[in-house]
């Protein structure tokens, strides 16, 4: 199973992302610079859990970790007009 990176603990430091010997690290696309294992290309060899500063690196992330989705609030309905 691959490793994943808690986005939560996670400091943008890349140092994970000069250790990778398959380059299977990435910054996220969300504008923090954080960043995400493509599960289609880690091999598994944990070397970048053994160089993360803050063990946000592990095989099991739990769900509850995950970002949550920013909120967003639809307008209210216009209340209709009287006549």
């Known amino acids: 199973m ?6 939560n603990k996670c400091i ?3 140092a994970c992302m ?3 010997p398959v380059m ?12 995400i294992i493509d599960p289609a290309v880690c ?5 970048c859990a053994s160089v993360c500063p ?4 592990a095989r099991d992330i739990p769900a509850a970790a995950a ?6 609030t ?3 309905p216009a209340a209709p007009k009287k006549n």
């Open 2 to 7: 691959p490793h994943k990176i808690d986005p």
């Open 12 to 14: 943008a430091c890349h």
């Open 18 to 20: 000069s250790v990778c």
């Open 24 to 35: 299977a690290i990435s910054i996220r696309n969300d504008g923090t610079g954080k960043c």
């Open 43 to 47: 091999i598994d060899c944990a070397t």
């Open 54 to 57: 803050v063990a946000a690196i």
């Open 67 to 72: 970002p949550a989705a920013p909120k967003t």
């Open 74 to 76: 639809a307008p209210a």
